[in-house]
């Protein structure tokens, strides 16, 4: 199987600040990776897919890069709507995916 | 608008069965591959299985979860038997219309496995 690991667990942010969220995989997985972003109590929302394709309708500030084992997710600048648990995904293993065990992003 | 409705969630007793339900709106659902995805309290989220051309599940559910759709009625559906504790989650139903993970996703029905 192939393991997801996200780093870190969860930090601290202001707004305006850039925010790195780093995702590994146990295995290479190409780019067949994605991004979702999910508040309390509500559904995830997919950010990016392709490791690097931004879903419609998603602001620009967001950002996925990487490729093989090491994927990122960038905030450029980060708003107060942006405070959330952020998952990546992978489907290498296609019909299977797995998620990596979450980020949370919260006030500073 | 599109939108996806799961329904059907509740209390259950470990070795029991449940059917939960997701209504699609707004979108030709026949044409469209099903997902469901379940998260327990406090925890992240946990591929449950697919429904397109074939039919896929994750190891834990795997020869006790079916996942069947009906489109003449745009549902989509998830059958659960021999429930365990560990199977408490919220359900999602969700789309995969592009980039082989789910698109949008429904608001989610509540499954407690629960002496």
């Known amino acids: 199987d192939i393991r997801m690991t996200q780093s870190p667990s969860s930090l601290s942010a202001s707004v305006g600040d850039r925010v790195t969220i780093t995702c590994r995989a146990s295995q290479g997985i190409g780019n067949d990776l994605g991004w979702y972003q999910q508040k309390p109590g509500k559904a995830p929302k997919r950010l990016i897919y392709g490791a690097s394709s931004l879903q419609s309708g998603v602001p620009s500030r967001f950002s996925g890069s990487g490729s093989g084992t090491v994927f990122t997710l960038t905030i450029s600048s980060v708003q107060p709507e942006d405070f959330a648990t952020y998952y990546c995904v992978q489907h290498k293993s296609y019909p299977l995916i797995t998620f990596g065990q979450g980020t949370r992003l919260d006030i500073k | 608008e599109e939108q996806l409705v799961e329904s059907g969630g509740g209390l259950v007793k470990p070795g029991g069965s449940l059917r939960i339900s997701c209504g699609a709106f707004g979108f030709p659902f026949k044409t469209v591959w099903m997902s469901w995805v379940r998260q327990a309290p406090g925890k992240g989220l946990e591929w449950v299985g697919r429904i397109g051309v074939t039919t896929d599940y994750a190891a834990p559910v795997k020869g006790r979860f079916t996942i069947s759709r009906d489109d003449s009625k745009n549902m989509l559906y998830l059958q659960m038997n021999s429930l365990k504790t560990e199977d408490t989650a919220v359900y999602y139903c969700?789309?995969?219309?592009?980039?082989?993970?789910?698109?949008?996703w429904g608001q989610g029905t509540l499954v407690t496995v629960s002496s």
């Open positions: 969700a789309t995969e219309r592009s980039g082989w993970i789910p698109d949008y």
